[in-house]
């Protein structure tokens, strides 16, 4: 039997960093030494505020207090997204979590409610899913685990300050044991017999050595592609917006349950409310937007007054060919970038998390086991990059240059696959396990963008409509008096020790 890991460097903080940190040493305890390096001179992004409901599953496993988080990292709590202007100039729709209709699944509901649709007897699909029904009367409570309930389907994750995030983190590894080194890396040290990664020397000298690296330094990917040149799949093609300005503004009230992302001339806009401000972004496509313009852009669409000078983020959509090589894991940044219009980048953090824990290594690195992880998480990444892509190209928006190329592109073949199987009969289907978005997230986004189609399965013409009708009346009533009892979204924090004190 081959030796076990004793050491872990994690090697690059924020949130990545500090989340890798707090599940290994977590899962690990006493059984291998989980050390993280980083420098204070090296900036972090830190613009990723919005997350999805996986991360209740994330802070559990590392047994985090959820009013303490909350306090401590200014957090709110999120039901949907709210989309406006994408499908077309003044349109809106909500992508909620949860699901439409009763159950775990759509594998029925979108084809009963289409072939009742067509006969004026369903109303608008945003009055079958609580969570979309909560984030219209901006309130939130908690989900109820029995399956009978209508709160069963009502998911939540949460909006926080990403840079208090990680700084929260960091004071609970340190005090579970976690050992953070201050230092700048100047080199990376690699084994000539294989290529393995040794150590990293840092500008004062010394060289750090463990048996697994974790790197999250960020889009330059010191480790996985500075030494061990994993190469990068770039996606721009498909997702040509390549810049984002981002921007803190002071809070108005009320405190809205859900993000915010408008379509704008070049890209889009986000809006995440927390407790002691709003976070603001454009994200946008520098062929089609100068910097400037992307800056008078967002400033003229805020909503208080703005709290600093926004900062400029450049990036390169795609991912790295290979996620973890030889002793060398990449996560965060540092294992790829797809825009976060669907909130994904820190679940993407999260899910190479898990994944790791599942392949974790022994000291013989066995290429079937590394070669199962990259595969895995390849497949999620792409599905996810295919969810992004439909946003843009479900569009009826021609009013800008941008607008036309993203309506024209050539897409994915994977994707085209799942939008015509929709139009043709609104046919929705998951792909396996390795896919995070739900048949109702498809439903949501396609249909909300205005792709209407042909027609249900022909044998839901022989259902009883009245009654199918009459069901769907008697769940639409029973999630309009659930929303009715819930508390108001700040009402809620505050009651539940959750408010941090700012007003």
């Known amino acids: 039997m081959s030796e076990p890991i004793r050491s872990i460097l994690i090697v690059g903080g924020g949130t990545a960093g500090w989340m890798a940190a707090a599940a290994l040493q977590r899962t690990l305890g006493p059984h ?47 039901v949907a997204i709210v989309f406006q202007d994408w499908g077309r100039i003044g349109a809106r729709y909500i992508h909620p979590f949860g699901t439409f209709g009763r159950g775990p699944t759509l594998a029925d509901f979108q084809q009963t409610y289409f072939a009742l649709k067509a006969r004026g007897l369903a109303g608008d699909l945003d009055d079958y899913s609580v969570c979309a029904r909560a984030a219209d009367a901006g309130k939130v409570g908690e989900r109820d685990p029995d399956p009978r309930s209508p709160r069963n389907s ?58 697994l690296f974790i790197d999250c330094t960020g889009f330059r990917g010191l480790l996985i592609e500075g030494a061990l040149k994993a190469g990068y799949e770039d996606w721009s093609h498909w ?4 810049r984002a300005m981002a921007v803190p503004c002071a809070s108005v009230k009320p405190l809205t349950p859900w993000t915010l992302s408008t379509a704008r001339e070049a890209g889009w806009q986000w ?35 703005p709290l600093a000078e926004p900062r400029a983020l450049r990036f390169v959509t795609g991912r790295r060919k290979t996620y973890w090589d030889r002793n060398v894991v990449s996560l965060g940044l540092s294992s790829g970038f797809i825009e976060p219009l669907e909130s994904t980048s820190i679940h993407l953090v999260q899910s190479g998390i898990f994944r790791l824990l599942q392949h974790f290594p022994d000291m013989d690195f066995s290429r079937v086991n590394i070669e199962g992880f990259n595969r895995r998480l390849g497949r999620e990444v792409e599905l996810i990059r295919d969810f992004v892509i439909l946003h843009y190209h479900a569009t009826q928006r021609d009013d800008s240059p941008f607008w036309r190329q993203v309506k024209a592109m050539p897409i994915p073949d994977s994707l085209s696959e799942r939008v015509e199987a929709f139009r043709d009969r609104a046919l929705l289907y998951q792909v396996g396990a390795d896919e ?42 029973a999630l309009a008096r659930t929303v009715d009892g819930l508390p108001e979204h700040e009402a809620f924090l505050r009651a539940n020790n959750m408010w941090s004190g700012e007003t």
């Open 32 to 78: 291998a030494r989980v050390s993280l390096v980083e420098s204070e001179d090296i900036g972090i992004v830190g613009v990723g505020e919005a997350t999805v409901p996986p991360i209740r599953d994330f802070n559990a496993l590392i047994g985090l207090d959820e009013a303490e988080f909350m306090r401590e990292t200014k957090a709110t709590l999120k």
């Open 154 to 211: 009502l998911f939540t994750a949460y909006h926080f300050d990403a840079g208090l995030y990680a700084r929260y983190l960091r004071k609970v590894c340190e005090g579970r044991g976690v050992e953070r080194i201050e230092g700048k890396i100047v080199d990376v040290v690699q084994r000539p017999e294989d290529g393995f990664v040794d150590g990293v020397k840092l500008e004062d000298g010394r060289i750090l050595k463990a048996d």
């Open 239 to 242: 997702l040509p917006v390549d």
């Open 271 to 305: 809006r995440i409310a927390l407790q002691h401000r709003t976070g603001n972004g454009y994200v946008y496509c520098s062929d089609h937007l100068s910097d400037e313009a992307a800056r008078e852009t967002l400033l003229a669409n805020l909503d208080g007054e």
């Open 436 to 477: 995070y978005f739900s048949q109702g997230s498809w439903l949501a986004v396609m249909y909300g963008q205005g792709i209407v189609p042909r027609g249900p399965n022909p044998l839901y013409a022989y259902q009883n409509a009245h009654k199918a009708a009459a069901g769907l009346r008697q769940l639409s009533d």
